[in-house]
């Protein structure tokens, strides 16, 4: 298979490194375009097998699968240029832009009554980079072997799922959104952890083992977070008051507040 992205800027170039990592794409099979030549020597530095161009229609020749991986104001102009070199009873099209809905994507390339497209719309994070990336799929005119082809692919750069495209921006503030406010809160306990006295670097350390424990006990449980919290919240304890002095300051409410402030719905 071949894959082509455009787009070369932070989560075009992890998608690129996070793919050279599985077993469906070497970097031999992937091209990429991008107008920064400084984000395109990055990719090369990364993996001199990848193709690179500043040429949108010499890096969607020969794909199977074409990447949009672009800000939402240029996928207009971007599939105004390409469209006329897919061919779409071949080539696949996957827009991972934000607020872009896969009917404005079939308005933008179904310009031909000959050809349908296959068109699907993915919300990762950055952590594809890393093959650690939450990434939600909706679909228009794909096979069940087309959608479980996509799925297969970017379930190798961490999870992924197929949801209802009525559900994509609520999952992109949990994931996309989301890894932001979890490095949010990664930054404030190491915060805390220095000011109670422990070194910045080894305050980060902590807080980070402490989440990956957290996260392989649920994983290995089932459990709902709250009965995990139970175990370690012990009657007149000190973790209950801390727990409390954080839902008093509107530590669940923030979340969530913030959580829906970044829904598009």
């Known amino acids: 298979m071949k894959i082509s992205i455009i787009?070369?800027?932070?989560?075009?170039?992890?998608?690129?490194?996070g793919l050279t990592k599985g077993s469906f794409f070497k970097g031999t099979d992937i091209t990429i375009s991008d107008v920064s030549e400084k984000n395109l020597q990055n990719i090369i530095?990364?993996?001199?097998?990848?193709h690179c161009t500043v040429s949108n229609r010499e890096c969607?020749?020969?794909?199977?699968l074409v990447v949009l991986a672009v800000k939402p104001w240029m996928v207009d102009s971007i599939a105004a240029e390409i469209r006329d070199t897919l061919d779409y009873n071949k080539q696949i099209v996957l827009c991972i832009a934000a607020g872009v809905p896969l009917e404005k994507l079939r308005n933008l390339f179904s310009h031909s009554k000959e050809q349908v497209p296959t068109l699907f719309r993915?919300?990762?994070?950055?952590?594809?980079d890393v093959l650690e990336s939450f990434s939600c799929i909706s679909s228009w005119n794909a096979t069940e072997e087309q959608e479980k082809l996509i799925v297969d692919i970017f379930g190798e750069l961490g999870k992924a799922m197929l949801v209802p495209e009525s559900q994509l921006n609520a999952f992109m503030s949990l994931s996309s959104c989301g890894i932001a406010?979890?490095?949010?809160?990664?930054?404030?306990?190491?915060e805390g952890g220095v000011e109670m006295g422990i070194?910045?670097?080894?305050?980060?350390?902590?807080?980070?083992?402490?989440?990956?424990g957290a996260i392989a006990l649920l994983e290995a449980s089932g459990n709902h977070p709250e009965a995990e919290i139970d175990k370690v919240t012990t009657a007149g304890g000190i973790t209950i008051k801390g727990l409390n002095e954080m839902e008093?300051?509107?530590?669940?409410s923030t979340v969530i507040r913030g959580l829906k402030a970044s829904y598009l719905g």
């Open 7 to 17: 787009g070369a800027g932070n989560i075009g170039g992890a998608i690129a490194h």
């Open 122 to 128: 993915m919300i990762p994070n950055t952590a594809i």
């Open 181 to 190: 406010y979890a490095f949010r809160y990664i930054r404030a306990a190491s």
């Open 199 to 212: 070194n910045a670097d080894v305050a980060k350390e902590v807080v980070l083992q402490t989440l990956k």
């Open 45 to 50: 530095n990364m993996n001199t097998g990848i």
């Open 248 to 252: 008093h300051a509107g530590f669940t």
């Open 60 to 64: 969607v020749q020969g794909a199977d």
